[in-house]
């Protein structure tokens, strides 16, 4: 729905106006051409000839059309003044010219009607009441102008003439009141349908930008709203287009089993569903639905029940609530993790001590077992205890830059060194070397992130892995990692760089989340795509992880959910 303008807003309360002028305009080309007709055929058929009666008759007609086309566009402003000439004015001239140069007993002083009827509606009261008044004294002057002629008793001809100007004068006022109070009612009128139309806007504007689904539904089970959210979580291939019918696909039987039980019980229902999609993995959603009416108030207003669904994906809400619990738990983890620290340095050294006195190779696997958890908690330690780290050190150090090209090779080469067997990739230093922001270690900690996290998922060929760095003729510089691993669940997809958040069972979850606070600090970004790439073996599809570099102005910092931890 597009936005109302003042513009629009001013000709749509005008518009009532703009219908009356127009059809005073049409209502004075009728009386003309009537009168032209009516003249002429009464001097056709008297045999009389008044060329001076159908002079004024052609005149007053040119002057109605010509108003009538040049002037049809907006009436004249109601305030009296010159402006009403070529209307009231031309019409008093032309009745009172045809009464002056009658003959006959034609009178055409009811034609006093229309001129005080266009100014009682479309005029001010001043200008009503001036139009009456003129045409009372015109009245009255008539009868003055007859009783100078002849003989005879002249009251009761002033007495039809001021009879005949308060009717008029109580016409006018009438009229002017009932048109004053049609006004309001339709200013009120326009000012509702102003306030609904932007409440509407605001409305959808609402729904199309919600983060929950939200799908309106018929009793034929027609889906007639929904926004950009719920036709996401609705799932399937390609989204579909409004209207659809909600019964059409199969994975979405439980929506409308909910949607006809609402209807039926006309009670709000609350579920969780899942939407099984073939090839794709199921889609948990908690959905809640209410009635817009009963069948009976439906049946009163003579109005249509719809059937509103909200729907919540699961893993959102899940992940809202672990993020909840981590604002809570974040100084606690780090305190923790700091103390457990001791104990289990103790642990792997008992452990080395005790391994170097075993034989038994059975023995010596229950060892081995124990250094690698223990190793495996230390790794967790250390990563809770490197967010609180990150955020200290980052906050407290200097504004830094760094060459990007030769510090990614550098980072390369050490990371590759640990082993050359598995380790091998493609590496496209095409930057052109640039200074951007970002601290050497950190960076260090990024990319050797990455590299890691696309080990466990690389091909084994020797473009499967690839590291590439480019500034774009924007001159925004950037660096990517790609694999040619499997694609990634859009479930997991959506939560890759939230704190504890992992596919995997044996991590913790935190190194994506890691990165990206390290890049946020730096005021770079770090984003995933699913990404095709031209390789050896033709195009081949890949997971791109790529860091965007900025490179002025450290931002400002921004608080996080571990910037009170102190360890």
Not at 8 to 30: E, I, K, Q
Not at 167 to 180: D, E, K, R, W
Request: one cysteine or more; a neutral charge.
């Amino acid at each position: 729905m597009p936005p109302l303008s003042a513009s629009t807003f001013a000709s749509t309360m005008d518009a009532p106006f703009v219908r009356l002028w127009r059809g005073f305009l049409t209502g004075r080309v009728m009386v003309a051409l009537a009168l032209l007709v009516l003249q002429g055929a009464g001097q056709a058929i008297n045999q009389t000839t008044e060329p001076a009666v159908l002079a004024v008759c052609v005149a007053y007609l040119v002057a109605a059309v010509m108003l009538r086309v040049l002037g049809r566009h907006r009436p004249p402003s109601p305030k009296t003044g010159p402006q009403w000439l070529p209307s009231i004015g031309v019409d008093l001239a032309a009745i009172v010219a045809l009464q002056l140069l009658n003959a006959g007993t034609m009178n055409y002083t009811p034609l006093f009607g229309l001129p005080i009827l266009m100014a009682a509606v479309l005029g001010t009261l001043t200008l009503a009441l001036g139009t009456t008044a003129g045409v009372t004294l015109l009245l009255l002057g008539w009868a003055w102008w007859l009783g100078s002629g002849t003989a005879g008793d002249d009251a009761p001809r002033y007495l039809q003439s001021a009879l005949t100007g308060t009717g008029y004068f109580i016409v006018s006022y009438l009229v002017h009141q009932l048109a004053t109070r049609l006004a309001r009612e339709q200013e009120v009128a326009q000012q509702s349908q102003v306030a609904a139309r932007v409440q509407t806007q605001v409305s959808a504007l609402v729904i199309q930008n919600l983060t929950d689904g939200v799908l309106v539904v018929d009793e034929s089970d027609v889906v007639r709203i929904a926004n950009p959210a719920g036709l996401q979580l609705l799932g399937g291939t390609s989204l579909p287009e409004l209207p659809f019918i909600l019964a059409s696909e199969t994975p979405w039987n439980p929506l409308v089993i909910l949607a006809r039980r609402t209807f039926r019980q006309e009670q709000p229902q609350t579920a969780d569903v899942d939407l099984l999609h073939p090839g794709q993995s199921p889609t948990g959603l908690h959905v809640r639905t209410w009635l817009t009416s009963t069948r009976e108030a439906a049946r009163q207003t003579q109005t249509e029940r719809l059937c509103v669904m909200f729907l919540h994906d699961l893993r959102e809400m899940e992940a809202r609530l672990r993020t909840e619990k981590l604002a809570a738990m974040g100084r606690m983890s780090a305190a923790v993790a700091h103390e457990i620290r001791n104990p289990l340095a103790a642990i792997v050294q008992a452990n080395a001590l005790l391994e170097e006195d075993l034989h038994d190779p059975a023995h010596k696997r229950l060892a081995h077992m124990v250094q690698q958890n223990a190793d495996r908690l230390a790794r967790i330690a250390e990563e809770v205890l490197d967010i609180a780290r990150v955020q200290h050190q980052i906050s407290h150090a200097p504004a830094s830059t760094l060459p990007l090209d030769e510090t990614v090779s550098q980072i390369w080469n050490d990371w590759q060194a640990q082993d050359p067997v598995q380790r091998r990739a493609v590496v496209m230093l095409e930057a052109g070397n640039p200074q951007v922001e970002f601290d050497t270690e950190h960076l260090r900690r990024v990319l050797v992130n990455l590299l890691d996290n696309a080990l466990r998922y690389v091909g084994h060929e020797p473009d499967s892995l690839t590291v590439t760095t480019r500034t774009l003729p924007s001159g925004q510089t950037s660096l990517q990692v790609w694999s040619d691993g499997a694609p990634m669940d859009k479930s997991v997809e959506r939560h890759l760089f939230e704190p504890f958040f992992s596919s995997e069972s044996r991590s913790s979850g935190l190194g994506l989340y890691i990165c990206r606070e390290l890049c946020q600090r730096h005021g770079a970004s770090i984003s995933y795509q699913r990404l095709t790439r031209t390789t050896l073996r033709g195009e081949v599809g890949g997971n791109a992880f790529t860091v965007g570099f900025r490179r002025t102005t450290r931002p400002a910092d921004a608080a996080t959910l571990f910037d009170t931890i102190v360890v």
